[in-house]
C-alpha cells in the first residue's frame, strides 16, 4: 500500500470513531432491552459492534443490525411450541460467550480488514452469513418442523436435535444468509475478485 494509501486509511478511520462511540452502546443497550441479549451479552455486543464499525465502517455496522434483527425474530418465531419442547431461548436473551461464539470471528475479520484489505471485509460479512443461518435454521426447524434427520445417518430425530436437519429450517437456513450477502453487497462491503488460476 502506497504512503497516501495509509494516510486515507487512517482519515477514514478517524472519522468512524465519534459515531461508533456514539451509536454501538445504543445498540447494546437496544439488544438489551429488547431481550435479544443478556447484560453481559449486550457489553459483548457492544464491542463487537464497534469493531465492525471501525474495519467495516457504517454499511457493516447494517449488516450487523441486519443480523440481529434477523435472529431476534427468527427465536420469536413459534416460541410457545420451542418452550413446551424445552428447545426455547433463553428469556433474557444470549450472554457473551454466544455472542462471541456468533459474530466475534466476524469483528476480528472486519479489524484485520484495515490492515489487510477488503478480502477480510468479505471473510467478516461471511461469517456473519453463517451465524445467521445457523441461528435461522434452527429456530424456524424447532419451530415448524415436525420431523428432522441426521446430517450423518439420515435417521429421523425430533426437531432441535444436534445434528438434525429439517426442510423449513434449511429454507430459513439459506434465505437468512442470502439476505446477509446482500446486506454486504448492497452497503458495499463485499466485492468481486479475479482469482488467477
Avoid at 445504543?26 to 457489553?43: E, K, N, P
Avoid at 449488516?63 to 431461548?89: D, M, N, P, Q
Avoid at 441426521?150 to 426437531?159: A, D, G, I, N
Avoid at 438434525?164 to 448492497?186: C, K, M
Amino acid at each position: 500500500m502506497s504512503p497516501n494509501g495509509l494516510v486515507l486509511d487512517a482519515l477514514n478511520t478517524s472519522q468512524r470513531l465519534v459515531p461508533a462511540l456514539i451509536v454501538t452502546p445504543i445498540f447494546g443497550l437496544l439488544g438489551y432491552f429488547t431481550r435479544g441479549v443478556t447484560i453481559s451479552g449486550a457489553v459483548a455486543g457492544t464491542i463487537v459492534a464497534f469493531a465492525i464499525w471501525m474495519g467495516l465502517g457504517l454499511g457493516g455496522f447494517v449488516t450487523l443490525f441486519a443480523v440481529f434483527a434477523i435472529t431476534w425474530l427468527t427465536t420469536r418465531v413459534g416460541y410457545s411450541r420451542k418452550r413446551e419442547l424445552g428447545l426455547a431461548e433463553n428469556k433474557r436473551g444470549r450472554n457473551a460467550a454466544q455472542v462471541m461464539a456468533n459474530v466475534g470471528a466476524a469483528a476480528v475479520f472486519a479489524v484485520l480488514s484495515l490492515r489487510f484489505g477488503p478480502l477480510f471485509g468479505m471473510a467478516s460479512i461471511a461469517c456473519l452469513a453463517e451465524a445467521t443461518a445457523d441461528t435461522a435454521s434452527s429456530e424456524i426447524g424447532e419451530a415448524l418442523s415436525k420431523k428432522a434427520w441426521l446430517v450423518t445417518t439420515f435417521q429421523e430425530v425430533r426437531p432441535g436435535e444436534d445434528g438434525g436437519v429439517s426442510l423449513p429450517g434449511t429454507l430459513a437456513g439459506v434465505l437468512a444468509a442470502a439476505l446477509i450477502a446482500f446486506t454486504g453487497r448492497a452497503m458495499n462491503i463485499t466485492h468481486s475478485f479475479a482469482i488467477p488460476l
